[in-house]
């Protein structure tokens, strides 16, 4: 066969599009092993999502940080199924605010509403939107900051208070475990076993669950015996924290196809 990942084991940790990167891997002659790790849900509580949506739509903020896609699209579900009529004013609002972006899925998700990122940073990143900001005049600034999952990201908050603006985050959805336990303690397995030829990692959510679910040493031993792919820095710091080695990322583009591609690279050369 001359698919480049022919014969190999790939285990994938991703819930959201599970069915998109297993078909790439798959069009590349793998055998996927599915083990969607997480899943996302709106956030328990859409009272503070609410209050902050109206307060937005009153024209509250000036700037609007959108650290991830998701996080614009279940702002626009929240108002869908608690407030249809904020949808208008907060779209408006949305045209008028400056819109800084970590990295393409938020623009991706500004585009599906026929908008466009203000600020892109350079890396998708905290450090990334840290950055890209040091040169703005932030003083009297009215910052709204969509969170990833239900992290507070106090260097980013930090940061936009020291630059003199005001800060109102919101945390619209949050990470569940989706996998039981039984089945990560079944990958720990398989990966100690050396069935796996490689593990990828979309979210830095993945990675912290797999650390849940036994201790560290047990983890990281599980890994040792694999190849170790991360779609991008945030995920590969993640691991690199963990004590992780991380063998494959793509170098520029952080979506499924690169990381696909990355795998192929790697698992092509090893063969």
């Not at 005001?166 to 945390?171: E, G, L, P, R």
Request: charged content about 25%; hydrophobic content about 45%.
């Amino acid at each position: 066969m001359n698919e480049p990942l022919a014969n190999r084991r790939i285990a994938i940790a991703e819930s959201r599009e599970l069915d998109v990167l297993a078909a790439l891997l798959e069009r590349r002659g793998a055998q996927v092993l599915r083990y969607p790790l997480v899943t996302i849900i709106d956030a328990p509580d859409p009272a503070p999502v609410l209050s902050w949506l109206r307060t937005a739509s009153a024209g509250g903020f000036d700037d609007l940080i959108l650290l991830t896609g998701e996080g614009l699209r279940r702002l626009m579900r929240c108002i869908e199924q608690h407030e249809p009529a904020l949808r208008e004013p907060f779209l408006i609002a949305l045209r008028q605010m400056r819109k800084i972006t970590r990295g393409p899925k938020p623009a991706r998700a500004l585009r599906e509403l026929k908008l466009e990122s203000d600020l892109p940073a350079a890396l998708p990143t905290t450090a990334g939107v840290i950055d890209s900001l040091r040169a703005v005049d932030l003083r009297g600034r009215r910052v709204a900051v969509q969170l990833y999952g239900g992290e507070s990201n106090h260097p980013l908050c930090d940061f936009l208070r020291q630059a003199g603006a005001t800060v109102a985050s919101v945390a619209p959805y949050r990470y569940a475990d989706d996998a039981s336990d039984a089945a990560v303690h079944e990958l720990l397995a398989r990966l100690r076993a050396g069935e796996v030829d490689a593990i990828a990692f979309t979210s830095k959510s993945q990675v912290e669950r797999l650390f849940r679910a036994a201790d560290a040493d047990t983890v990281r031993s599980a890994l040792e015996a694999t190849s170790v792919a991360a779609v991008g820095p945030v995920v590969s710091r993640t691991l690199a924290e963990h004590g992780v080695r991380v063998n494959a990322m793509p170098e520029h583009a952080w979506f499924m196809k690169p990381l696909t591609a990355a795998l192929s690279e790697l698992l092509g050369a090893a063969s």
